[in-house]
């Protein structure tokens, strides 16, 4: 330990033991930050202070300064604490740096293209909790006469969650059909996560197509959170019921896909439990109080609609996100 | 009957004073040789945040007694920038003002309570309390 | 703070003050893992240790006492860190939890079936340096006439580099020809990772096919470490030569592919430059360290081959993997 | 020349008259009153593991001098069960021995070099080297 740091300690008590202003402990503990950055332990923190005060008082009882060196055996296990903390705190450091790295991975890894399909516009916001997204979004189209999306959630969320993701953007890649029907594409899926995964881990899947020709959007669910339909003639949402099991819990089903009649104005909410299951200090965030905050927004590009549910939601939670959060909207413009 | 005083933070010998005046209250109420030290590290840390990222603001003392506890609060407040991220600043080992265990969870750990009032472009208040046991 | 520690440490510290022996200063570290475990600040054992002496010395001059204030003063910092410390290691615990949970994920969803080939002997040992592995070993066989096998190695470590292996993996799944040319893997594989991933990312890959039919050995590189190959005749190993880009980098690599005849008892050493580049104390370990370690082993299964390199080199780097470690072996038995 | 001396370890009386030898050489070989309570703090630690872990072994502490520089060396060995995965033993806040900061990478910390050999079913032989500055 550099001879200055004792010089410039014995001269910070010599001040206070003479005069105990606040200015004076003020300096104290302005240095002891410095000597904390310098990596200097509480065990010499004490030793310095043991021979500070040997010099200023020599004819102290012999005693009083054995009792230092307990003082400093005590303080031996909190200095190794302490220099434990400090290679953590690189430690964590560096897991932040991989985390990002493999966030941007993710991202590029999983990215998919909006379709651009006449009559139809078309809005989407994922935001992960943590730094890894469990939710993923997916386009299948013939960028012509039609328009699918895969909107799937892991059962759980982070890394693991996010891993599992590559297994549906692969199984999504395998299709050369680009105009696939709902129920064919949930059924492929669930083979592939079934044959791959732990018993324990489960994916819901939503996915809607929309086909310009006849302004229908058809559209499965394997266990997904409803999506929601916006009559405008009637001004009025209601839910899109689908029955179906979760991907990866058996090998074979047979999904079942519906249809419904899209109408100039009319669009399709699809979203993660993360959206619904939103809490603000009152509990749980009714269904109702996204339908007003859309239905208000719906004459707006659907892209627009999407990032305000998102900014106003996470303020009602206090900017803590508890899930992944996806939203995705097919909004019939002509 | 409430009793309050306050310093202004306008330069570096207010954060002293500050302390001093946080000190003092601490020892009044009754607080031990530890807590004043920690009471006073608190001050010291909010106090130093106004002037290094506000510019000016003020250091409020109020001695509380609630259902037969008695306590201190320290009211931060400053017509600052405000807080971009709370979350973030709220991170251990991120600190503005370097170092381990500083910055605003250092202030957390030091008392009992702890709330953040920021708006961007408004300013900031920071309330902190610690109950004598 | 309770006051029966307090009573203790007084206790403690009387013994010392009087005896001095290594006893009691062995109960006073002893005393300080509980104060630990207690959550007790070591500015408060400073309070305590100065609250002792006063009963014990009640006649010092009062600027001794004061001089303990300056030392609590200085201790505060010190008590935040470890506080802090204490937090971050539950947040550590948290992040290992769920590392360890993707590390199972990934393991699930890049399992691989070692082929059973008749006249071939497989060992085969991947093991990651941080919780999840960047090296990456595929199996691709009809079972019967020809085993191949894929070993990458991403460029980085960790999750960033086990994410993009899922790219890898899906890729070889997609091989309807189990018997596809080295050749022609690496070219496929290649264009899908030129396409899905950044710029700065990149893969190495060797790819290795064994014939039952004719013992030929036929294999391909994509800028890998090369294999070994030995000739148990002339009882010598030599590099599998192998010029070849690596995955990623242009959309369009004709790869060259190469063959080696294998005779009873020769046998190929496939791996991964966590293995090449192990670094003693003496620096790198030379390629003939590895290689008359394996020589001594030769006659040994090959599994237990590789089992045995990794214990012995692993113990060389004291414990501390700087790289992925991956080793495989085919042996022609017969 | 070799001055070597040991204890063996049998009992927890053992892990003091362990560190009381590791003091005293310290002492001798010039190190300062918080290098020699390091020094006998990794002497416990390792002392303890051997009593808790292995049932028996030894503490032996070597002086050496090397290019100039003096030293000490504590070898802890046993003829326990080894340990099964020295890497974990050695990540921090993996501790068997309980508590912040101890344990093996606590050891390693204490002193300047730290090598452990071990094979399981045989037992175990650990150095730790610390040099005087
Ligand atoms: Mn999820
Ligand atoms: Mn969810
Ligand atoms: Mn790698
Ligand atoms: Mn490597």
Known sequence: ?334 | MVHRSSVEILTEWDIVAARQLGRNEAKEVGFGTVDQARITTAISELARNIYLYAGKGKIEIERVSESGLQGIIIIASDEGPGIPDVRKVMEDGFSTSGGLGAGMPGVKRLMDDFKVDTVLGEGTVIKATKWLR
Not at chain 1, 66 to 83: K, V
Request: aromatic share 8%; charged share 30%.
């Open chain 1, 1 to 334: 330990m550099p001879q200055e740091v004792e010089r410039q300690y014995k001269e910070i008590l010599r001040q206070y033991v003479m005069r105990q202003t606040e200015q004076n402990l003020y300096a104290g503990q302005n240095f002891s930050r410095q000597l904390i950055k310098k990596n200097i332990a509480p065990e010499e923190v004490i030793s310095i202070h043991k021979s500070a005060l040997e010099e200023m008082f020599p004819d102290l009882p012999l005693n009083v300064w054995h009792s230092f060196d307990l003082l400093i055996e005590m303080m031996i296990r909190y200095g190794l604490a302490h220099r434990e903390h400090q290679s953590l705190l690189e430690k964590q450091e560096e897991m932040k740096v991989e985390m990002d790295l493999a966030a941007n991975v993710q991202e590029t890894l999983l990215k998919t293209r909006v379709p651009n399909v006449e009559r139809l516009d078309i809005g989407l916001i994922s935001v992960p909790a943590k730094k890894m997204n469990g939710d993923y979004i997916y386009f299948l189209s013939d960028n012509e006469k039609h328009a699918g999306v895969a909107v799937a959630d892991v059962i759980g969320k982070g890394i693991p969650a996010a891993l599992c993701m590559s297994m549906v953007k692969y199984g999504m890649d395998s299709f050369h059909d680009l105009n696939a029907n709902p129920k064919v594409v949930l059924d492929v899926i669930n083979r592939i996560v079934e044959k791959s995964v732990t018993d324990d881990m489960f994916i819901s899947m939503f996915y809607g197509r929309y086909n310009v020709d006849d302004s229908t959007f058809t559209y499965a669910s394997a266990g997904h959170e409803p999506a929601l339909f916006y009559d405008s003639e009637k001004g009025e949402f209601r839910e899109l019921h689908a029955k179906g099991l979760l991907l990866g819990v058996v090998p074979n089903v047979d999904y079942q896909q519906y249809d419904v009649k899209m109408e100039v104005g009319d669009f399709v909410v699809m979203m993660t439990d993360g959206v619904t299951e939103c809490r603000s200090d009152d509990g749980f965030i009714e269904q109702e109080t996204i339908t007003k905050m859309i239905e208000k927004m719906k004459d707006q590009p659907a892209q627009k609609i999407v990032d305000q549910v998102f900014v106003e939601l996470e303020k009602m939670q206090h900017f803590e996100l508890r899930d992944d959060f996806t939203l995705v909207i097919f909004k019939r413009v002509s």
